[in-house]
């Protein structure tokens, strides 16, 4: 089973910028049959996707967060990496990262599996 | 955007019991895109079922999903111990990919 990581600040000041890097382990970052994406989810609420990526770098954002966020990847070290600026109290959350599948035609589908999860406030 | 609304939201049963959750789009989703996770406390969505009816890897069969039009349904036939949690859905039919706010399975 493959096993995600997701690591970066537990606080962030309003204002400024979430960063958080996703580890996948053994290379499979560069499958062709994958994106890698970010979820999150407020503290008792519901999930939300926030984007996804490609080894070539190719994203798909969620348009709801889409002027804020910046997702890449660096093949090199097996990570992918989320960027979220203006950050408000309302970004609190567990911020998941996770692979999502890619079938023949380009169309995304599922989320499996999906790393630990990590609890970022944001507060001052 | 596609918005899955979920019923009920929470739903107590005892062991041994049928459980029935629900997932219904506000439009078509094409080619039964539809998922099904499991949440534990403390820990992340396991995904239980893709493609409205087909059961991932390693999932016992006694979950099992279903669809009709824009209605899905999440079926428990004999609930274990450890089958109480919260279960979203999700929609992969176009983005954003949504979840729904999810139903939570407690113990009566």
């Known amino acids: 089973q493959l096993h995600l990581q997701e690591s970066g600040p537990g606080l962030v000041k309003p204002s400024e910028t979430l960063s958080l890097t996703c580890t996948v382990p053994g290379g499979s970052i560069t499958s062709r049959s994958y994106y890698w994406g970010w979820i999150r989810q407020p503290p008792g609420k519901g999930l939300e996707w926030i984007g996804s990526i490609y080894y070539s770098g190719t994203t798909y954002y969620n348009p709801s967060l889409k002027d804020r966020v910046t997702i890449s990847v660096d093949t090199s070290k097996n990570q992918f990496s989320l960027k979220l600026s203006s950050v408000t109290a309302a970004d609190t959350a567990v911020y998941y990262c996770?692979?999502?599948?890619?079938?023949?035609?380009?169309?995304?589908?599922?989320?499996?599996?999906w790393g630990q999860g990590t609890l970022v406030t944001v507060s001052s | 955007e596609i918005v899955l609304t979920q019923s009920p939201g929470t739903l107590s049963l005892s062991p041994g019991e049928r459980a029935t959750l629900s997932c219904r789009a506000s439009?078509?989703?094409?080619?039964?895109?539809l998922a099904w996770y499991q949440q534990k406390p403390g820990q992340a969505p396991r995904l239980l079922i893709y493609g409205a009816s087909s059961r991932a890897t390693g999932i016992p069969d006694r979950f099992s999903g279903s669809e009709s039009g824009t209605d899905f349904t999440l079926t428990i036939s004999r609930l274990e111990p450890e089958d109480f949690a919260v279960f979203y859905c999700q929609q992969y039919g176009s983005s954003p990919y949504t979840f729904g706010q999810g139903t939570k399975l407690e113990i009566k």
């Open positions: 996770a692979r999502h599948g890619r079938i023949a035609s380009g169309r995304l589908n599922w989320f499996d599996p």
């Open positions: 439009q078509s989703i094409s080619s039964s895109y």
